[in-house]
């Protein structure tokens, strides 16, 4: 690690760490990559050369693709300033309360002083030139002592911005986690978290800010134990000055050494043996004692080999630093079981910390070669992406969509069909995230799985089922970007030119001149990225009727560039409506939509998507579309029944159900019991009832689609459909007539059946509208609120939302439930084992301890709390600067939807007074 960075100096107060006659220590940017023309500048790699537009890439093994993830304002943009200015990439270290961020370029970013789009960048750490890197690495050399290219992606941390996190995590091999030292885990921190165990991301924890007051090092460690459920292996602890003083540096527990920040920029750094720290700082060596057989025990209990170690060294301090590593490194990227978080300390702010994180980045998190198999489905099979490369996957999906009867292929015709389809396919891509670019146009962000992209070679979009050809492409440094060939296998790029790409599809390129790829080659797709449901929207309107058409375009390329924006259009006022995850982030979508797109255009003002639900069931309505469509004769029949949907409490869907969907809060059963379905040859379903050409899959979706535009509005208050069952039937005998019985017209039969169904529970005019029997009601955003404030604020925080606000609290510092939104797989083998007790986890003491966490030295005033509380979303609009104003403006909360809930007569009677905009 740090120790294959330095070179022992003869006394530390002398010179800094290096090489005899270095001027610049190497754990900052080796003075002759610096170019003084610039602030930012791309220095030569391994042949790589700006003035020559070509990017010539390490090998996978060297490569790391990472992510900063972090709750709001923990210091993820200032520790990625610090590793880019330390990686030599920029000059000069960037502000994020000056606006010079280089990953924070947004306008609406600078102003606000929070990142809002997820910015890629690569550096390459550590910076060395390529002349010095040719000798082949001794054993025991730590990785960081040779140059690796990193990929690098800085994250929002606001809840507004949650997909942002999502769809960067989805491409991402390893990530740090960045902890205020002062607030300990937050609320956002815990999501994020378990966001990143759903992509069974490998993880390293930053404990930042440790040079402010109220910093407890210490105490968050515990907390990364008992709310991250891991157990924390602490490799650094923070050195205060003469052991109470100020924050000057860390203790190595992986080498023994002690490293010490001069004030300035951070880059000279020195060293301190253990024996030097005795005679200096004689109660910081014990601890790092202390620290080390800590962390020599704790990889013991989980890793046999570091237990062979142990034994052949006896001693917890003669460990080698380098099988240290390699414990580590093996702990963190096993797939079952509760795993060890490695912690590190630091203050990014002050330039202490950074070099050494850097350095766990190459020496702990893993490789592209070593990350999990990428999730892939093809043909209707699921499986890793190594599988398919090998040919196994696509053989188990032609011997699936073989009919069972006897008529299989034989097995060699299978393989030579799945080998050449395997041969034919030349690269495979995620696109996960859409950029509109004033100067270069759409950008399209890519993570290349196999194989290398190529310029001007054909994309396939196996979403889309469309092809585009890629005439540039770009290496991406945050808002400055350079041109190369190619994208290799492992590595992130962008794609300039792309017409029809979205968030989430997948690209792949394949030899030949056909359209499509072979099949079934043309149906692989990569895991999706799931869309949270909106909660918030307002209205869109142009400035006048010329410019509908360019304001449309505009909310296409923002939706483009972000999926979790939803645009409808009211039928009724004929209004455009944009939806979102919250108030920030509907005004970041309003700054972009008439800023940046230059959409003339205005928007109102933000309001809340409520629900509607039925309140009893009704009976069956029968409908018969009979019209041409397009012209041609469209005739076909269904049968809908509607009744109110608990998933919890309702009984299950019959048996002999053609199809259950369950979707947005509401259930769609399909029944069809005199359809005869049998597989046909190639294993699709089949039915001598349906029309020629109309096979069960399309049958099932026809209806289905009906169906949901039916739901999509209520028939009282006009919102959509929640907690709503529809039963729909099919009698060929009725509801099916020969040739004229097309997908278009089943889907408008489903729909008018549903409506007509729908209409049937609206009450008769001057009846209650909340009538047990009749009608439907109003449901409204029910939130998972998560409060961060101190012990003077929480009696009057809890005061306002259990009376003014309506809402219920439901816990006081307890660990922090995750919503019904954030659904997240644990991790293979720990969903039984018990929470972690802190009391066994070591952590340094805190030298601040008693006055932070007791409160007595100041007043009782500083101990942090949290409230967890449900409330609903109405009174949570504007609530930060409500909340602010009780809490002497150190109060912060997230928030995310946990379920809809049906309203009382008296709140629905007011909640429509509002929406209609009458008086009370």
């Known amino acids: 690690m740090v120790a294959a960075l330095f070179l022992r100096a003869s006394h530390p107060a002398v010179r800094p760490i290096g090489r005899p006659g270095q001027t610049v220590s190497r754990l900052g940017c080796n003075a002759s990559l610096v170019q003084s023309s610039s602030r930012l500048h791309l220095p030569r790699f391994n042949g790589f050369s700006t003035s020559a537009a070509k990017y010539n890439v390490d090998s996978l093994d060297r490569t790391r693709n990472i992510g900063i993830i972090a709750h709001i304002d923990a210091g993820k943009t200032t520790t990625t300033e610090r590793m880019l200015y330390y990686s030599g990439f920029t000059r000069r270290l960037g502000d994020v309360d000056e606006g010079s961020t280089v990953t924070d370029f947004l306008p609406a970013e600078r102003a606000r002083g929070i990142t809002i789009q997820s910015a890629a960048i690569t550096f390459h750490w550590p910076p060395k030139a390529a002349e010095e890197n040719a000798a082949s690495p001794e054993p025991g050399t730590p990785r960081s002592a040779f140059p690796h290219t990193v990929n690098l992606i800085d994250t929002p941390g606001h809840a507004d911005f949650t997909f942002e996190v999502m769809r960067s995590l989805r491409i991402l091999d390893g990530a740090v986690c960045i902890l205020d030292g002062v607030a300990g885990v937050e609320a956002q921190t815990e999501k994020v978290w378990h966001q990143a165990s759903t992509y069974r991301i490998p993880r390293v924890v930053y404990i930042n800010k440790l040079d402010r007051d109220g910093a407890a090092f210490g105490r968050t460690v515990r907390e990364v134990a008992s709310r991250l459920e891991g157990w924390p292996a602490v490799c650094q602890i923070p050195w205060f000055e003469g052991g109470r003083g100020r924050f000057i540096g860390v203790a190595d527990a992986i080498n023994l050494q002690g490293l010490r920040w001069d004030d300035g920029d951070g880059k000279s750094v020195k060293m301190y043996t253990l024996e030097q720290l005795d005679s200096e700082e004689s109660q910081l060596a014990e601890e790092l004692r202390r620290a080390r057989t800590a962390l020599v025990e704790l990889l013991s209990e989980h890793d046999e080999i570091m237990v062979e170690k142990f034994f052949e060294c006896e001693d917890h301090l003669a460990v080698p630093a380098h099988d240290i590593l390699e414990s580590l490194r093996r702990c963190l990227l096993r797939e079952e079981g509760r795993k060890i978080i490695p912690v590190f300390a630091g203050a990014s702010f002050r330039n202490i910390g950074v070099q050494p994180l850097l350095d766990i980045v190459t020496n702990l998190l893993p490789s592209p070669l070593e990350t999990l198999d990428p999730e892939v489905s093809i043909g209707g099979v699921k499986g890793g992406l190594r599988r398919l490369l090998s ?530």
């Open 391 to 920: 040919g196994d996957l696509l053989v188990e999906q032609s011997e699936k969509a073989v009919a069972p009867k006897g008529k299989s292929k034989k097995k060699a015709v299978v393989q030579a069909e799945s080998r050449n389809a395997i041969e034919s396919l030349q690269s495979c891509a995620l696109a996960f995230k859409v950029v509109n670019d004033p100067k270069r146009g759409v950008l399209v962000y890519v993570r290349v799985y196999s194989g290398s992209l190529d310029r001007n070679s054909t994309l396939f979009n196996t979403n889309l089922n469309v092809s585009e050809r890629a005439p540039r492409l770009l290496k991406m440094y945050a808002n400055d970007a350079v041109e190369v060939d190619s994208i290799p296998e492992g590595h992130i790029g962008v794609v300039v030119g792309l017409k029809h790409t979205r968030t989430g599809d997948t690209l792949v390129t394949y030899a030949g001149s056909k359209a499509q790829p072979p099949e079934p080659l043309n149906t692989l797709q990569l895991r999706p990225i799931n869309v949270p449901p909106p909660v918030f929207f307002a209205s869109v309107e142009p400035h006048s009727l010329g410019e509908e058409k360019r304001m449309q375009e505009s909310l296409a390329m923002l939706l483009r560039e972000d999926p979790s924006l939803h645009v409808t259009t009211d039928e009724d006022s004929g209004q455009t409506l944009l939806s979102g995850m919250g108030e920030l982030h509907l005004e970041i979508a309003r700054d972009r939509l008439l800023n940046d797109l230059k959409a003339k255009a205005s928007m109102g003002r933000i309001e809340i998507g409520y629900r509607e639900c039925p309140l009893a069931a009704t009976e069956p309505i029968t409908q018969i579309f009979d019209r041409e469509i397009a012209g041609r004769k469209g005739r076909a029949g269904c049968t809908a029944a509607i009744e109110p949907f608990d998933p919890d409490a309702s009984s299950p869907p019959d048996a002999s159900a053609l199809s259950v969907l369950t979707t947005e809060g509401n259930q769609i059963i399909i029944l069809a019991p005199s359809l005869n379905i049998e597989p046909n040859k190639r294993g699709i379903p089949e039915s001598p009832l349906l029309p020629p050409g109309l096979d069960v899959p399309t049958f099932q979706k026809a209806l289905s689609n009906g169906c949901l535009a039916a739901l999509a509005r209520g028939p009282q208050f006009t919102f959509p459909m929640h907690s709503t069952r529809v039963t729909l039937t099919i009698d060929p005998t009725t509801h099916i007539f020969g040739a004229d019985t097309t997908p278009a017209a089943l889907s408008a039969a489903a729909r008018l059946a549903t409506a007509s169904a729908l209409r049937t529970l609206s009450p008769s005019p001057g009846s209650s509208t909340l009538n047990p029997n009749q009608g439907t009601a109003m449901m409204e955003p029910l939130m998972n609120v998560i409060i961060s404030i101190d012990e003077a604020s929480l009696g009057a925080v809890v005061h306002d939302i259990s009376s003014s606000r309506g809402g219920h609290i439901v816990s006081l510092d307890e660990e922090i439930p995750l919503s019904a939104t954030d659904l997240v797989s644990a991790p293979q083998g720990t969903e039984d084992l018990p929470p972690i007790d802190p009391s066994k986890v070591y952590a340094p003491p805190d030298p601040f301890e008693t006055a932070t966490l007791s409160g007595t030295e100041m007043g009782g005033s500083t101990r942090a709390r949290t409230i967890t509380a449900k409330v609903p979303l109405k009174e949570m609009v504007g609530y930060l600067k409500h909340l602010r104003s009780l809490s002497a403006g150190r109060g912060t909360f997230v928030m995310g939807v946990d379920r809809f809930e049906r309203m009382s007569a008296q709140r629905q009677k007011g909640v429509l007074a509002e929406v209609r905009g009458e008086m009370l």
